[in-house]
């Protein structure tokens, strides 16, 4: 995909028992604000796209709305939605004055994801929309740079499908790679702008995700809720029978 940033179909990808992702059926990707006819195109036609769930906050959307695909279904859910002071958009990165600043910002940015009831509303949300889909169509997620809000959905709903924790960090960092093109960019413009060099040194580490970020995530639930698969069941409400549904939606059957 030329005009979407950071878009990965996570198709092929194996879990613990042998079983393997379908293809084109699970998608992320960064905010679909400027997406060529070209690139909607393939993604109607070749990934049978069914449902798109924008997890941005309502400012983002107003700002760069996503393009709109014909028959594919629109859901907004704002993570951060009745939450101060945080955010993990453009607009919010700026904010941010120091590198130091900004590692801080992230690590307290995932473990606001893990423990506030209004992002865990929007997590299920999502979950819930990655089940109400048609079988024959694919479900894509995403945010401003398909790294934070869109990692942590990513990581749930890999989770879920029992897929190695190795292999969701791997997943996660990949966006590093496929966002360079994208943050440089962004840095260009900063510079030419008169940005300051430490603000600039700061979006350079909120524009990319660490292992420590994710890592800040699970430690969280971890203490919090007794591991991962509590938090799924009992923080976020989402009973084995929606994971079996969702195990069955999205997994290949071959082994």
Do not use: W
């Amino acid at each position: 995909m030329n005009t979407i940033t950071n878009f990965r179909d996570l198709g092929g990808i194996k879990n613990r028992d042998g079983q393997v992702i379908a293809a084109k059926k699970l998608l992320r990707s960064g905010e679909l604000s400027h997406v060529s006819l070209q690139d909607q195109k393939e993604l109607l036609e070749n990934y049978h796209l069914g449902k798109i769930v924008d997890l941005r906050s309502t400012q983002e959307i107003e700002k760069r709305p996503d393009e709109e695909f014909k028959n594919a279904n629109y859901v907004h859910i704002d993570i951060f939605k009745n939450v101060e002071g945080q955010g993990t958009g453009l607009d919010d990165f700026k904010e941010i004055e120091s590198p130091e600043v900004a590692r801080n910002y992230m690590h307290e940015t995932y473990r606001t994801m893990a423990v506030n009831p209004s992002a865990q509303r929007g997590f299920r949300k999502m979950i819930e929309s990655a089940l109400s889909i048609d079988s024959d169509k694919s479900f894509l997620f995403h945010c401003f740079a398909g790294k934070d809000r869109t990692g942590v959905s990513a990581a749930l709903l890999l989770e879920i499908l029992r897929v190695p924790r190795e292999t969701i960090y791997k997943d996660y960092l990949a966006t590093n790679a496929m966002r360079v093109q994208e943050n440089d960019e962004v840095i260009a413009q900063l510079i030419k702008n008169g940005t300051d060099s430490k603000t600039v040194d700061a979006l350079k580490i909120a524009l990319t995700v660490e292992p420590s970020f994710l890592d800040t995530f699970y430690q969280m639930v971890n203490e919090e809720f007794d591991g991962i698969k509590n938090y799924l069941s009992d923080e976020l409400g989402v009973t084995s029978s929606m994971q079996k549904d969702l195990r069955s939606l999205y997994l290949a059957n071959n082994k």
